[in-house]
């Protein structure tokens, strides 16, 4: 069994849809929470991150993390064309980060 | 401008050919990491270094090794490559070891005939 759990989609919505994300871990000493959108072709890059549990909001993006249930999500409101990318949900517990597989959005104008 | 680079981008190579994918970033990083990305299987992390001269496995270190000289470089060697390590490997770096906040690279894409 994996570390994290991603379903990799792919996901297909229209312009101003809300897409949710989400991912479910099995390691209890993963302390950071993060997501990271990667276009084709290049690098990931950080979107945000949470530290334990709780909800955090930048912009149109949220972030929750329950840690009793050992899921987190990641909500995009208002998506756009731009938002089209692979979006992968990383943990980081004990110098080590553990990525899920990735989802694929595509958001249709 | 704050970037993590690697060379090269694009390599094709025959087995059992030594080769080195360099790495180096400019933010005065401690901590620096190799991770290779697969279909269906995401990022795996193969080796990281907490600082200078201090590096340890990842999830999949069997047939690489690393070294850190210099805290801005970390370079990835293959020593005999085979076709299974045909994949595109992305080098990251943060401060400190919390690793909320890795910066990549933009990826060098390896093909192992």
């Known amino acids: 069994q994996k570390e994290v759990e991603q379903d990799p989609g792919p996901l297909s919505v229209p312009e101003g849809a809300i897409v949710s994300l989400n991912c479910t871990y099995s390691?209890?000493?993963?302390?950071?929470f993060m997501w990271y959108r990667q276009y084709s072709r290049k690098g990931p890059e950080l979107l945000m991150y949470?530290?334990?549990?709780g909800n955090k909001e930048d912009g149109r993006f949220t972030a929750q993390v329950d840690k009793s249930s050992k899921y987190i999500s990641l909500f995009i409101r208002d998506s756009q064309p731009s938002d089209s990318a692979t979006y992968l949900c990383a943990m980081s517990g004990d110098y080590k980060l553990s990525f899920g597989a990735g989802t694929t959005v595509t958001v249709r104008a | 401008e704050a970037q993590v680079t690697q060379n090269p981008r694009y390599l094709i190579t025959v087995t059992g050919k030594k080769l080195t994918v360099t790495c180096s970033q400019n933010?005065?990083?401690?901590?620096m990491s190799w991770y290779r990305q697969d279909p269906g299987l995401g990022l795996r992390q193969i080796y990281y270094s907490m600082n200078v001269e201090v590096t340890d496995k990842g999830d999949v270190p069997e047939g690489y090794k690393v070294s850190r000289k210099e805290k801005r470089n970390f370079p990835l060697i293959l020593e005999s490559p085979s076709p299974n390590q045909t994949s595109l490997y992305f080098c990251?770096?943060?401060f400190g070891g919390g690793l909320y906040e890795q910066y990549f690279g933009p990826g060098t894409r390896l093909t192992v005939t």
């Open positions: 933010m005065n990083h401690e901590y």
């Open positions: 990251a770096s943060s």
């Open positions: 390691n209890s000493a993963f302390q950071y």
């Open positions: 949470t530290y334990s549990s």
